[in-house]
Each structure stands twice: as structure tokens, then as C-alpha cells.
């Protein structure tokens, strides 16, 4: 029998999100939490909005995270910390043609799309997200609540710290430190480190500005 499980947000990112788990086929979802003007989305219902959410967890414990962005890291971390306040588990998604390597350290609630490769000894913390085709090389750290982009590449030994984004397409050096709370613009190439809460781009990828 499926495990039942709900949504949080019902936008392109948890569509796909949508797509992974029922082509996994252990969950059966149940619906989706966003904005009450929505009626049904992706062929699920919206159960409710954040209001609701004390009433829908007598319900429902099993929860994926279905939030993603450039604008809104810290928001997200702000909701997924409030999600688990409140008890549920909210659950990895790992798409079934993702390549990691058996001695890869995942903490939990990562979600990690098609064409992910992970090499040895790497270690992902907590609702980490690689997005489609990221390739992660041996010996890189992606702390907690940071995200990769599609077609982004970490060479040997890179350091993310926590809340940041790697942008789409980005190069980034071996043992390269990108600082805390900072964004990789997309398509950029870095080459020494990044300081914390900083917005760096080009080729090679350069500060042009900081964030709050």
C-alpha cells in the first residue's frame, strides 16, 4: 500500500517534483498546499494554504518541499524550518536516474533531479537541491538549504556554505569556498572564492553585488 503524502506549493518546481514521485511510484498524493484561489493543480487538489496548516498535519505527516528560487532562499529556509516545527516529515526526492556514488553522505529532505552526478566522498546536508544534469565531484560539501543549478558543475573539493545558489551552467574550481547566503549568477566561471552574502557573475565571475 502507498505511503500518502501532500505537496507544499504547486509551481513548476513542484511539478516536477510531481513527475519524480509518481513515476517512483511509492507515494500516493494526496494534494497540495498553496494559495486558496487555486482549486486544482498538475490534476491534485489545494487542501488548504500556510492558514492551514496545523489542521492539515492532523491529517497528513509525509510532506515534500515543493519550493525553489533565486529571490526567495531565505524565505524558503524561513517555510521549510516551519514545516519542521510543526512535525512533518518532509521527505528526499532522488529521481531514479541520478548517479551517486555509494559513499556520498545525503542528509535529509535533499531532492536531487534526472542527471545528477555525485562522485566519492561528498557530502549534502540538509534540504539540499541539485537540480537537472548538476554534476558534484569527488570531495565537495553542499551545506544546508543551498541549491545547484541545472547543468552546473562543482570540481574537486568545493566548499558551499549554507543558503547559497550555484546559477545555472556555473564552473566552479576545485576547492573553491563559496561563503554563506551568496549567489553564482548562471553561466559564470569562479576561480577564487566567494565572501559570504555576496552576488558574484562573469567569466571570470566577479563581485557585483551583496545581499542582506
Do not use: W
Request: hydrophobic share 40%; net charge positive.
Amino acid at each position: 500500500m502507498k505511503k500518502k503524502i501532500i505537496g507544499y506549493g504547486a509551481g513548476g518546481h513542484a511539478g516536477v517534483i510531481i513527475d519524480i514521485l509518481e513515476d517512483n511510484n511509492e507515494f500516493k498524493i494526496e494534494g497540495l498546499i498553496d494559495k486558496i484561489q487555486l482549486k486544482k493543480k498538475y490534476g491534485y487538489k489545494i487542501i488548504g494554504d500556510d492558514l492551514s496548516l496545523n489542521k492539515i498535519y492532523k491529517k497528513y505527516k509525509n510532506i515534500f518541499f515543493g519550493l525553489a528560487g533565486i529571490k526567495s532562499i531565505k524565505k524558503n529556509i524561513l517555510l521549510y524550518e516551519k514545516l519542521e516545527r510543526l512535525g512533518f516529515n518532509i521527505i528526499s526526492i532522488i529521481h531514479k536516474n541520478s548517479i551517486i556514488s555509494k559513499n556520498v553522505k545525503i542528509g535529509k529532505s535533499v531532492k536531487i533531479f534526472a542527471g545528477v552526478k555525485i562522485n566519492n566522498n561528498c557530502e549534502l546536508g540538509k534540504n539540499v537541491f541539485l537540480n537537472t544534469g548538476a554534476l558534484i565531484e569527488h570531495d565537495c560539501k553542499i551545506e544546508n538549504h543551498s541549491q545547484v543549478g541545472p547543468g552546473a558543475i562543482l570540481s574537486g573539493g568545493v566548499y558551499v556554505e549554507k543558503g547559497c545558489l550555484i546559477g545555472v551552467g556555473s564552473k566552479i574550481n576545485q576547492n573553491i569556498i563559496i561563503g554563506e547566503n551568496s549567489i553564482v549568477g548562471s553561466g559564470s566561471v569562479v576561480i577564487a572564492n566567494v565572501k559570504k552574502n555576496s552576488i558574484y557573475a562573469g567569466v571570470p565571475a566577479k563581485k557585483i553585488g551583496i545581499l542582506k
